[in-house]
């Protein structure tokens, strides 16, 4: 029972979690294509 609860918690914490993760993604893929060395 408490792997059970253990494996419900972690997975709505991913769920909530993951959102987060692709928000941040965005951004740091938006930075890193926005900054090119090369013109500079």
């Given at each position: 029972m408490v792997?059970?609860?253990k494996?419900?918690?972690g997975y709505?914490?991913?769920i909530l979690l993951?959102?987060?993760?692709?928000?941040?993604d965005c951004i740091?893929?938006?930075m890193?294509?926005?900054y090119?060395?090369?013109w500079v």
């Open positions: 792997s059970r609860d494996s419900v918690n709505h914490f991913v993951s959102p987060v993760v692709s928000f941040w740091i893929r938006k890193r294509y926005s090119r060395p090369e």
